[in-house]
């Protein structure tokens, strides 16, 4: 029986282990990601504060993002409410809204 009892806390111990582990990363990597996302954001509004008419293919080369990730964080922004485009896709501008 000691033997039993032996695995039974050495299963328990690992568990125990790899689950404060795990919401350890799952905590770590949730926190990067939304980091990064804030950071792709406030790149993309200081710029759109700077230079309304800019247009996402710029927007990608000024803050080094790709354009797919800028699209999205666009749509995502216009969602929200906090950008809107006035005027046409060629002649329009970006306006940020007022919180």
């Known amino acids: 029986m000691p033997n039993g009892v032996d695995i039974g806390v050495d299963i328990g111990?690992?568990?125990?282990?790899?689950?404060g582990v795990d919401s350890g990363?799952?905590?770590g990597v949730d926190s990067g990601v939304d980091s990064g996302v804030d950071s792709n954001v406030s790149k993309i509004l200081g710029i759109i504060a700077e230079e309304p008419q800019i247009t996402q293919r710029n927007l990608a080369t000024k803050t080094g993002l790709s354009m797919r990730t800028v699209?999205?964080?666009m749509k995502e922004l216009r969602e929200s409410g906090y950008i809107r485009r006035i005027g046409s896709d060629r002649l329009g501008y970006w306006e940020i809204e007022d919180s």
Request: hydrophobic share 30%; aromatic share 0%.
């Open 25 to 27: 990363v799952d905590s």
């Open 13 to 19: 111990v690992d568990s125990g282990v790899d689950i």
């Open 71 to 73: 699209s999205r964080e």
